[in-house]
C-alpha cells in the first residue's frame, strides 16, 4: 500500500505539491486584508501583533480592517470553542491548478487560548499558514506544530520560507 501512494505522489503534477500562495504578479508584496469578523479584542490584539511580525517579510503585506473591500485577497479571523484537540486552524481557498489563494480563514479555539504564550504562538502559526507556509520540525519559530513548542515568533527561516514562496516565476 505504501508503494502505490508513493507513486501516485510522483504521478502527480509538481504544481498540485506546491503550497498555496497569494498572487503578487509583478509586485514586491502581495497585500492581504485581515478582517476582524467574530473576535474579542485580546485575541484580535494578538492577531494584529502577529501580523505586524509576518509584515516584516520582504513578500507580505497586512492590513487589518473591519471589512474587507473585496472578497480577494481577504482572510476573516474568527473565534470558536471546539472540541477538537487544535488551538485554531487556517483554511485556504484556492485554485488546485494554479495553487492561487484568494481567500482565506483563521478559526482561533478560546478552549486552548487562555494564556499569552498560547495566543502569541497560534496567531502568529496560522497567519504563518495563511501566508503559504508549512510545519516547520526545528527551529525557534512559532511555524513548529503542538502545544510543546511555544515560540510565539517567525524566524529569518519562515522569512526566507516566504521569499522562496513568492519567488518571480
Avoid at 501512494?5 to 486584508?33: C, E, I
Avoid at 470553542?81 to 491548478?97: E, H, I, M, V
Avoid at 480563514?105 to 496567531?123: D, E, G, I, P
Amino acid at each position: 500500500m505504501a508503494a502505490i501512494t508513493f507513486l501516485a505522489v510522483l504521478a502527480l503534477p509538481a504544481a498540485a505539491l506546491a503550497q498555496p500562495r497569494w498572487h503578487r504578479g509583478s509586485k514586491s508584496q502581495v497585500t492581504v486584508y485581515v478582517e476582524k469578523t467574530r473576535v474579542g479584542a485580546t485575541n484580535w490584539s494578538y492577531v494584529k501583533r502577529s501580523g505586524i511580525e509576518w509584515s516584516r517579510s520582504s513578500r507580505i503585506h497586512v492590513i487589518f480592517v473591519k471589512r474587507c473591500p473585496s472578497r480577494y485577497y481577504c482572510v476573516k479571523v474568527s473565534e470558536v470553542r471546539s472540541s477538537r484537540n487544535q488551538a485554531g486552524w487556517a483554511t485556504l481557498n484556492y485554485d488546485p491548478k494554479t495553487n492561487t489563494a484568494w481567500y482565506g480563514s483563521v478559526r482561533l479555539n478560546t478552549r486552548y487560548l487562555t494564556n499569552a504564550s498560547a495566543r502569541r504562538k497560534t496567531t502568529c502559526h496560522e497567519l504563518g499558514h495563511i501566508f503559504g507556509l508549512e510545519h516547520r520540525r526545528t527551529g525557534r519559530t512559532c511555524m513548529r506544530d503542538g502545544f510543546t513548542t511555544m515560540y510565539g515568533h517567525p524566524d529569518a527561516t519562515d522569512f526566507a520560507n516566504l521569499r522562496r514562496v513568492y519567488a518571480r516565476p
